[in-house]
């Protein structure tokens, strides 16, 4: 019967659950035994021991069974004695997540909750008050730090609360995650160092690495474009017996693509097939973007055709990446084809697929595609951003369209989309290659619109718009603005000046000078010096000397441009002394050079003071300052005005044993020296040998040979000269120009003074057909060589032909000479520049 009872109740025990076990157990086994010792003691029939077990059953499934039941968070809590707190911590030990406590209160719950909830400055800010207070601060808290720190890719962040863990060995040590969590935030900033160096850590602590732990660092890696680290990650994934995972080879293709490298990338597709993991979109995205790193268009191609395939939707992204490669290399009616085909597939393509297109049409300077594209993209559920705005308006701002630029600031308000300051400066970078003023009007209205206080860059940028298309007026009325607007500063009035200066305006750049002077503000040295330069082109000195005299005053360093403007004004003048005595102020402060010199030098010239002339040139050249060919063609010119052929050659010399190449003006300079001497057949060599040195002689070159033949009394040559330059030069040099009305009018007084009148008769009937001007000098030279030879009829006919062009009763009268000339030429070569003949 014991045995019967036995079976039984074993068989019991087996057909329930082990939950039910569990409850049942300790009652079924007392029942059991008291039975068995009552059938031992009493004599009970087979019918009476059913009865009894039938009994025992019962009751035990019902109170197995059917007893109220306890959840299985009760169940727990009732077989374990420790805390509800204590528990939730367990549990997320054993699951490795931080330590957090689920129902946190007080600062540590508010913490845990910010963290969570991403308010990092609010999250932080509480735990600070929590570590200045009394309240003991929990692991929980530093792993909602942690972790939410990591999520943001805050490395910095994370380790500070890392280390400030375990700088409270009272609060606990970090568990597997919060180390996990840290090595993440080293593999989002690409640190694979950082990432070593803290899982070596980790390890010291006795925190055992999970695969997590690995696959971490595997990104790490990954992020860097180390693949050589990548793999090794892997391989210790593997070595400690952890299964890799999708996000394992999904990593390792990402290293792949960081590094371009096309073959490890599909090599490593392959491994996780190989392996029994099905590579996704994320997979197949990262061996096409390594294909397109490599720049292997084609093999990307193939592989978004392959993953359409393999069953794989290929994504935008698959997309992307291939148009962003051909977009970026200039193929961007194939990257078009590729948004249709993308479109076609039922694949809305998103902003980031319009900004690659737009990219290039920008690079292209594509304005009438990048229109169409937006249009495009209208038709869409696309909604445009800011960035696509502001690439519209750089397309616009790099060719100087402020008008177009201000379209499509417009139209972005239009949308409700808020500018931004790309936006202002794109702004700014129209406006300071524009001329356009109707534009910049609209573009300012448009920047005030959109909320934008017109600032110093703005106001700059439009002033030098009308600057630059020579409104003043207008420039200066946005400089009144500018400075009514509190926004005036020495920048923006000291652009002003310059621009005044520069247009030559001399009376409003010293008025506006003036008035920053008055204001306080310090202008700069550039504003002073663009005035001084300007001052200098007129050759008023004393003027320069006292924006000099302000520059000191103003504490502003006198510069070499400064020395050289007063200097260059002396030079003007004609005042020879000043200038020396300025170029020793400007050696004194160790501000000359080579234009200090030259200009000098050029002054000295114009002084006919050669031997002073060669004197600075000397003192240059000891000093350490290398002479240019303007230095040497103005002692050259000085030694022209001297008659002094012989030193003026051997200047040319020296000039070409220092390497320094002759130009126009050096053998212009040379042939007026040779006409000065009257050295007429020194004049035709020089003029003969400019072609050997690369120059092409001009109108001077020849006219002043011409008139040297004249004062000469060498007709023939003189004549001689006249057809070669008719002739464009042949014979002797190429001359580009054609003979002005001083080069016919020096031959005809040449042949008049020689006596020959039908010489001279014959080029001045020429030059009245070919309508040049015919001079009153050289219709007197004519009428008195056929007087002196006695041709009266023809001396006659000739005052009248001189009375019918207006000149009767006139004597020798020339054209009146220019003044301020601005380059060193002789009365003659003045007078050729403006076919006249030099006074006798």
């Known amino acids: 019967m014991t045995s019967m009872l036995s079976t039984h109740c074993q068989a019991f025990l087996v057909s329930i659950s082990s939950r039910s076990l569990k409850a049942t157990l300790p009652p079924a086994l007392l029942a059991a035994s008291v039975i068995a010792l009552a059938c031992s003691w009493f004599s009970l029939s087979g019918a009476v021991e059913e009865l009894i077990l039938a009994f025992v059953v019962l009751v035990i499934f019902r109170q197995g069974f059917f007893a109220p039941k306890q959840s299985k968070k009760d169940n727990d809590a009732s077989l374990n004695p420790k805390s509800k707190g204590e528990r939730t911590k367990e549990r997320f030990l054993a699951s490795g997540a931080p330590e957090q406590e689920a129902e946190a209160t007080g600062l540590a719950g508010k913490v845990i909750a910010a963290s969570k909830s991403g308010d990092m400055a609010t999250a932080v800010a509480l735990m600070e008050s929590l570590l200045e207070g009394n309240q003991e601060p929990t692991v929980g808290c530093y792993g909602a730090l942690i972790s939410a720190c990591a999520r943001e890719g805050d490395l910095k962040g994370a380790e500070r609360w890392v280390e400030d863990l375990l700088a409270r060995p009272n609060v606990g040590k970090p568990n597997v995650a919060c180390f996990n969590m840290t090595i993440s935030a080293c593999a989002k900033a690409g640190n694979v160092a950082k990432a070593e160096s803290w899982l070596a850590r980790m390890q010291a602590m006795s925190v055992e690495p999970d695969a997590m732990t690995f696959n971490s660092m595997i990104a790490a890696s990954a992020r860097a474009g180390d693949i050589q680290s990548a793999e090794h990650w892997f391989k210790q994934l593997c070595d400690a017996d952890m299964e890799p995972t999708l996000v394992s080879h999904s990593s390792m293709l990402h290293a792949c693509a960081k590094a371009g490298d096309a073959n490890k990338a599909e090599q490593w597709l392959e491994r996780a097939q190989a392996c029994g993991i099905e590579p996704n979109a994320i997979c197949y995205n990262a061996v096409i973007h390594a294909c397109t790193q490599s720049g292997n268009g084609e093999r990307a191609m193939f592989w978004l055709d392959e993953m359409a395939a393999r ?23 194939v990257a078009e084809k590729w948004l249709a085909r993308m479109l076609e597939a039922g694949i809305e393509a998103d902003a980031v697929s319009y900004n690659m297109l737009l990219g290039a049409y920008c690079k292209n300077g594509d304005k009438t595609s990048a229109r169409a594209l937006y249009e495009k993209m209208r038709s869409t559920s696309v909604t445009p951003s800011t960035l696509f705005f502001n690439m519209l308006m750089n397309l616009h701002a790099q060719t100087g369209d402020v008008l177009g630029a201000a379209l499509w600031l417009k139209e972005m308000r239009r949308l409700g989309l808020e500018a931004d300051k790309v936006s202002l400066n794109t702004a700014v970078k129209a406006l300071r290659q524009s001329s356009d003023a109707t534009g910049v009007e609209m573009l300012c209205k448009e920047l005030r619109t959109a909320g934008f206080s017109l600032g110093v860059a703005v106001y700059k940028a439009v002033i030098s718009v009308y600057v630059r298309a020579g409104d003043m007026v207008r420039a200066e009325a946005w400089m009144h603005e500018m400075w009514g607007s509190g926004e005036g500063d020495s920048a923006g009035c000291s652009a002003l000046v310059v621009a005044f200066a520069g247009a030559g305006d001399i009376g409003r750049a010293e008025q506006w000078l003036v008035r920053m002077e008055e204001a306080g503000l310090k202008a700069t040295t550039g504003a002073y010096n663009s005035l001084a330069h300007a001052l200098a082109k007129s050759g008023d000195s004393s003027a320069v000397e006292r924006i000099m005299v302000r520059m000191e005053a103003a504490e502003l360093e006198i510069t070499g441009v400064t020395y050289n403007a007063l200097i260059s004004a002396c030079s003007k003048q004609g005042d020879a002394i000043r200038a020396e005595h300025w170029l020793r102020k400007s050696i004194e402060g160790g501000k000359a050079d080579v234009a200090s010199y ?27 300052v290398e002479a240019n060919v303007v230095t040497f063609n103005s002692v050259i010119n000085a030694c022209a005005r001297c008659g002094e052929v012989t030193r003026a050659e051997g200047w040319f010399e020296r000039m070409k044993k220092q390497a320094v190449t002759p130009n126009l003006s050096t053998f212009n300079s040379l042939i007026n020296a040779c006409a000065k001497a ?52 042949a014979g002797i040099a ?16 040449a042949w008049a003074r020689a006596g020959d009148a039908t010489a001279a008769g014959r080029w001045l009937t020429e030059m009245l057909k070919i309508g040049v001007e015919a001079y009153p000098a050289s219709f007197n030279s004519l009428i008195g060589a056929c007087t002196k030879q006695g041709r009266v009829d023809l001396a006659e006919a000739w005052k009248r032909r001189m009375a019918e062009k207006g000149f009767a009763g006139q004597s020798n009268s020339r054209p009146a000479a220019r003044q301020n000339e601005s380059t060193p030429r002789t009365s003659a070569q003045k007078g050729l520049r403006q076919g006249r003949l030099p006074s006798r």
């Open 678 to 729: 009257g050295d007429v057949t020194r004049a035709a060599y020089w003029l003969s040998v400019m072609p050997d040195h690369g120059v092409t002689p001009d109108g001077v070159s020849y006219g002043t040979a011409i008139h040297s033949c004249t004062t000469q009394q060498k007709p023939a040559l003189a004549e001689k000269f006249l057809e070669q330059m008719r002739a464009g030069g």
């Open 598 to 624: 030259s200009a000098v030098i050029h002054a000295c010239a114009k002084a006919s003071r050669l031997n002073q002339a060669e004197e600075w040139l000397e003192q240059m050249q000891v000093s350490g």
């Open 311 to 333: 069953g794989v939707q290929p994504t935008v992204r698959s997309y992307g990446t291939i148009m962003d490669l051909l977009a970026k290399g200039d193929d961007v009616k």
């Open 734 to 749: 190429a001359c580009k120009e054609q003979p002005n009305a001083f080069c016919y009018n020096s031959v005809v007084e």
